[in-house]
């Protein structure tokens, strides 16, 4: 079983930047794929970036292509998601998932573990 912490959220104005960071502990990460995912307050949870177990594929909501980058340091036990030219819509909770040995999938049933997720709050 894999546990994941999210953190780098916070509060940003409108074009502003983060990066967020999914770190891994009890198994390494070098064999799961990692998909973000968020949630705004009476919203549906949605997909946002996902890398595939290997790091070679990975899939974008439309929303956020161009504007946010997902990577993979295995070394590190790590997945980021940069994001760029943040806009209010973007505002939500953050939450990282993996699956074991899986591919960039969009689908929220794809993944097994979760994280508690990381605020991100983009000011108008």
């Known amino acids: 079983q894999v546990q994941l912490v999210e953190s780098g959220g916070g509060l940003v104005q409108t074009g502003g930047s983060l990066r967020l960071s999914c770190a891994a502990s009890?198994?390494?990460?070098?064999?799961?794929?990692v998909g973000w995912f968020r949630q705004a307050p009476g919203k549906e949870r949605e997909f946002v970036a996902a890398?595939?177990?290997?790091?070679?594929?990975?899939a974008y909501a439309d929303s956020v292509k161009g504007r946010f980058t997902i990577s993979k340091d295995n070394a590190k036990n790590t997945v980021y998601l940069q994001m760029i030219s943040l806009k209010p819509e973007d505002t939500a909770v953050y939450l990282c998932?993996?699956?074991?040995?899986?591919?960039?999938?969009?689908?929220?049933?794809?993944?097994?573990?979760w994280g508690q997720g990381t605020q991100v709050t983009v000011s108008s």
């Open positions: 998932a993996a699956a074991l040995r899986g591919g960039a999938s969009s689908q929220r049933r794809a993944y097994d573990f």
């Open positions: 009890g198994r390494t990460f070098d064999r799961y794929a």
């Open positions: 890398i595939s177990w290997g790091g070679s594929s990975t």
